[in-house]
Nanobody
Framework: QVQLVESGGGLVQAGGSLRLSCTSS????????VRWYRQAPGHQRELVAT???????NYADSVKGRFTISRDNAKNTVYLQMDSLEPEDTAVYYC???????????????WGQGTQVTVSS
């Protein structure tokens, strides 16, 4: 059973930075994609950033230019560097990893427990 453990959340003032980490109990390079999602109170969970096995990255429009997703396969960890944080970034951030397991495209999906990020104005 794969476990994903997030860390790095906390309280920061607007304009500040945080770096979130998502560490996998298995080889993180085996996943086709690793994503960061976030969910603010009263809102649906939204996709923030994706990094594929090949290193391609994608970002939500709301975080482009401010957030950077990266991976360190040797440490089985994916990072989310968050700069120029805004109060609107306040949410619980979740790590998600998926791997296609058969020719029909079925996926094995895994979620972390989440880490709270609070940005004060």
């Amino acid at each position: 059973q794969v476990q994903l453990v997030e860390s790095g959340g906390g309280l920061v003032q607007a304009g500040g930075s945080l770096r979130l980490s998502c560490t996998s109990s298995r080889n993180i390079a085996r996943f086709d994609a690793v994503r960061w999602y976030r969910q603010a109170p009263g809102h649906q969970r939204e996709l923030v950033a994706t990094i594929t096995a090949g290193g391609t990255t994608n970002y939500a429009d709301s975080v482009k230019g401010r957030f950077t997703i990266s991976r360190d396969n040797a440490k089985n960890t994916v990072y989310l560097q968050m700069d120029s944080l805004e109060p609107e970034d306040t949410a619980v951030y979740y790590c998600y990893a998926a791997r296609v397991v058969n020719v029909e495209g079925a996926k094995a999906e895994h979620w972390g427990q989440g880490t709270q990020v609070t940005v004060s104005s």
